[in-house]
């Protein structure tokens, strides 16, 4: 457990569900983790695990209906997030945590300019005239990389490239100076040379802040290269936890073991090319549906009798490597 002095997010037995025509949707179920300041924490799993709804709870916009956290804490800098009233939370969202979406595209206001759009955000929580809060919105734009920032702050979300709104997304989230980030694949809508430059600008400034890091991806790649710790979610829960060199040298779930197979490798010299990837059979049940043990045992090539049966506890194998799996000691072993 970090220091609490240095801690700036605290997530205990987070529950997050939907209520549908269907069933009860537990789309986070008893989530737990922290992070420290200027620590980057990475979030993974395949589409419909829990990740950006996890999100969506510690910025408490979970649309209500039909979505409600209906339990646990989330703790920034001490303050219990789900205890505030929403317009004490109006002051702390964009001000002491930020969020970078998914979709550039579609997150800035099309009719509104680029600069205005920060300068909304900057005003909204900071006494500042309108002349110091463009200056603010301009330097944001100079330090997220945008050439000529004066001019590009007067022109509309339209007039920019994808990789170009996707920094004026960054400037804003970071325009307040948060302790904390949430970045939900920040990089998804983005050409692959794009995506190294975006990861590379979030984590300067990330240095240079002191900010706090949830960055939300399903890219193991993108987590080798920028996360110190990591949590593998699978069916709304946390399965694994380590810090990312525990993660790849020696990973304790079959989940986590399926996704790092499933990574395109380069074959070595003389080696025949591996004709088709490793996949994970089957998909993610139905979170209205779960079976009674491990959700994920339907699709593991180690389950037991006793895996459909008891949902495994989450153990922790030294140095803070967390897994929840009844056969966590075997996974190294078999592969």
């Known amino acids: 457990m970090a220091d609490s002095s240095d801690l700036v997010l605290e997530v205990k037995n987070l529950k997050t569900v939907f209520f549908t025509n269907s069933g009860l949707f537990k789309a986070v179920d008893d989530l737990s983790f922290t992070v420290k300041r200027g620590e980057t924490l990475a979030i993974v799993g395949e589409s419909g695990c829990g990740k950006s709804v996890t999100a969506l709870s510690l910025m408490r916009l979970v649309p209500d209906p039909p979505g409600r956290i209906v339990g646990g804490s989330v703790s920034l800098e001490a303050t219990d997030l789900l205890a505030l009233s929403e317009a004490e939370m109006r002051k702390v969202r964009g001000n002491r945590i930020s969020m970078i979406f998914q979709e550039p595209m579609t997150s800035l206001n099309p009719v509104i300019r680029i600069g205005d759009q920060i300068v909304e955000a900057v005003r909204l ?4 005239s309108s002349k110091q809060a463009r200056d603010i919105a301009v330097e944001m734009l100079r330090l997220v990389r945008i050439p000529e920032p004066a001019r590009r702050a007067r022109e509309y979300p339209h007039q920019l490239s994808g990789g170009m709104r996707q920094r004026a997304m960054i400037a804003m989230a970071l325009a307040c100076r948060p302790a904390l980030l949430i970045a939900d694949e920040p990089t998804t809508a983005l ?3 794009i995506q190294a430059q975006i990861l590379a600008l979030i984590l300067d400034l990330q240095k240079e802040l002191g900010t706090g890091l949830v960055l939300i991806t399903h890219d193991l790649g993108v987590v080798a290269q920028t996360a110190q710790r990591v949590i593998v979610m699978y069916a709304g829960r946390k399965v694994e936890e380590a810090s990312v060199e525990a993660l790849f040298a ?3 779930h079959p989940y986590t ?3 790092m197979a499933s990574i395109p490798a380069v074959p070595a010299p003389g080696v025949a090319a591996q004709e088709r ?4 059979p089957g998909t993610v049940p139905s979170l209205v549906r779960l079976p009674a043990g491990c959700a ?4 593991c090539k180690l ?5 459909e049966a008891e949902y495994p506890p989450l153990i922790d194998w030294g140095g803070g490597h967390l897994a929840a799996c ?10």
Do not use: Q, S
């Open 125 to 128: 929580h900071r006494n500042l």
């Open 191 to 193: 050409d692959v040379t």
């Open 250 to 252: 020696a990973p304790k």
């Open 257 to 259: 073991r399926g996704l």
């Open 277 to 280: 990837l490793n996949e994970i």
């Open 296 to 299: 994920f045992a339907p699709r």
């Open 303 to 307: 389950a037991i009798k006793r895996c």
């Open 326 to 335: 009844w056969r966590a000691a075997d996974v190294a072993e078999v592969a």
